[in-house]
């Protein structure tokens, strides 16, 4: 199986900034999608960011501007940095990656633990 481990959450005042890095490990043949979802208390899971394994990226409207998503292929991590934060990004932050992976080489929806990021002042 495919891990996924996050780091880099905590509390932060608004306005402050945060990295958080997601590792990929196990057997890994290739990763396809790579990026960041949160979840809320009570409301459902979204997508923030996501980047291809070309290097293209995508972003919720409410995180433009602010964060910026990276990988670094060769180390099967993708970080997501998040500037000018604010109390609505307060959730837990998912990794997640599309990858083929395994000892079966099975292509697989891989998910983080998650971590805790807290805006407040």
């Known amino acids: 199986q495919v891990q996924l481990v996050e780091s880099g959450g905590g509390l932060v005042q608004p306005g402050e900034s945060l990295r958080l890095s997601c590792a990929a490990s196990g057997i890994i043949f290739s990763i396809y999608d790579m990026g960041w979802y949160r979840q809320a208390p009570g409301k459902q899971r979204e997508l923030v960011a996501s980047m291809s394994s070309g290097g293209n990226a995508n972003y919720a409207d409410s995180v433009k501007g602010r964060f910026t998503v990276s990988r670094d292929n060769a180390k099967n991590t993708v970080y997501l940095q998040m500037n000018l934060l604010k109390p609505e990004d307060t959730a837990v932050y998912f990794c997640?990656?599309?990858?083929?992976?395994?000892?079966?080489?099975?292509?697989?929806?891989?998910w983080g633990q998650g971590t805790q990021v807290t805006v407040s002042s």
């Open positions: 997640n990656a599309d990858v083929v992976g395994g000892p079966k080489s099975l292509r697989q929806n891989a």
